[in-house]
C-alpha cells in the first residue's frame, strides 16, 4: 500500500527548500526574467551548500538516478533518493523554476549519469555539471530519429552532429550527448556519451531567447569530428536490438518525475498567489459545499486545486516506485503528462482569474505562465507522454501504435 502523503522524515528538507525557495530564489526572479543569458551568481554559494546536502547523504538537493542493479533490493517500503529530489524540487521551482535549472552541478544531464553510469564514471564525472543533449533539427519528440553519430575509432568515438535547445548548454561543465553507433539498428543504437567542454570539435554556435525560463541559457551545440575517450560512453557499447531503447530510455524514468515536479511547483506557486489576490477581493472558498454553488471564480480555483492535486500524486507514485526498483516508465510519462498539462492551464486560469494584476509585471502570475509552457515540452511533449501510455496500457509496441 502507497501513502502518497510525504514522509515524516522529509520534513526538513522540504523546510530547508522551501526557505531556499523563499529567501534566495523568488526575490531574485524577475532580476534574472529581465536579464536574459546573464548569469545568477547568487546561485554559487547556494549551489555549495546543496552540494554539502547531498554529500551528507541528507539527499533531495541535487540530480538523481533510477538505478536498478540486480543485487540491490528495497527492503519494505522505502522513501529514497528519487522523492527526497522530487520533494525538494517542487519546493525550489515554487521559488524559481529557471533558477534551479540554472543551478550548477543540478543539470538534467546529472540525472542521466546518476542513471545509466558505472562506478568508475560516477567517481568521474558525479561533481560535473551536465547538461543534457538530445533534440536535433530535424529530430524533436521521436528521440530515435537522431542522427548525430558515433564512430569508434581506436580509443576515442568520433561525433558528428547537431543539438539545439541544450538547457546550460553553454554554462555546463560537460553534456550527456545522444547519438546513434549505427543508424541502420535504428533506436537500439543510441547511445548517450560525456563530452567535457573544450573538447576539439566541440563549438556553441549560440544561445537561443525564449518565451519563458530566461534566467536558464538555452542552447545550440555543433560537434565537428568531436574525439571521446571510449570510456566516456555510458552503459554498454553492445547494439541489442531485442532490449532496444531500454540503457538510454532508463533516463527519463528519471528526468521525467522531476520535470512533473518542476511543473508543480510553478502551478502551486500561482496557485498560492491567486489565492491570495481572490481572497483581498473578498471571494470565499468553501471546501464543505460543491463547487458549482460558490462565486465563479471559487468555483474555478477549486477546479484547478482538484488539477494539481491529481498531479502531485501521479508524480510522487512514479518517483516513490524508482525508490522501490518497480518499473516506473508508465507512471513516470503519465506523471509528465498530467503535470505539464495541468501547470499550464493552472498559469493561464489563474492570470486570467487575477485580471489586469495576473498580466503585468506587477506580479510574477504573467511569468510563471510563460515559464510553465516548457515543462509540458521539454522531456518529451505532451503528445508523446500519451503515446507512451497508450502503447504501455493497450501493450502495444511502437511499431504497431505510432
Known sequence: MINLEPPKKAA???????????????????????????????????????????????GGAGAAGVRRDEQETAKGN??????????????????????????????????????????????RFGKVWAAMAITEPDCGSDSAAITTTAKLDGDHYVLNGEKIFVTSGQRADAVVVWATLDKSKGRAAIRSFVVEKGTPGFEVVRLEHK??????????????????????????????????FAGVMQTFDNTRPLVAAMAIGVARAALEETRRILTEAGVTLDYDRPANSQHAAAAAYLQLEADYEAAYLLTLESAWMADNRKPNSLQASMAKAKAGRSAVDITLKCVELAGAFGYVEDSLLEKWARDSKILDIFEGTQQIQQLIVARRVLGKTSAELK
Not at 525557495?21 to 543569458?37: Q, T
Open 211 to 244: 518565451l519563458g525560463i530566461r534566467a536558464s541559457d538555452t542552447a545550440v551545440l555543433r560537434f565537428e569530428d568531436c574525439r571521446v575517450p571510449r570510456e566516456n560512453l555510458l552503459g554498454s557499447p553492445d547494439v541489442d536490438t531485442k532490449k532496444g
Open 12 to 58: 526538513a528538507l522540504i523546510n530547508q527548500a522551501y526557505q531556499a525557495a523563499s529567501h534566495v530564489l523568488r526575490p531574485i526572479s524577475r532580476k534574472y526574467d529581465r536579464a536574459e543569458h546573464a548569469y545568477p551568481s547568487e546561485l554559487d554559494m547556494f549551489a555549495a551548500v546543496l552540494d554539502g546536502l547531498s554529500s551528507s547523504g541528507e
Open 78 to 123: 522505502r522513501n529514497g533518493g528519487n522523492l527526497k529530489t522530487v520533494l525538494g524540487t517542487i519546493e525550489l521551482c515554487w521559488g524559481d523554476v529557471a533558477l534551479l535549472l540554472s543551478m550548477p552541478r543540478q543539470g538534467l544531464g546529472n540525472a542521466a549519469i546518476a542513471s545509466v553510469a558505472n562506478d568508475e564514471q560516477l567517481e
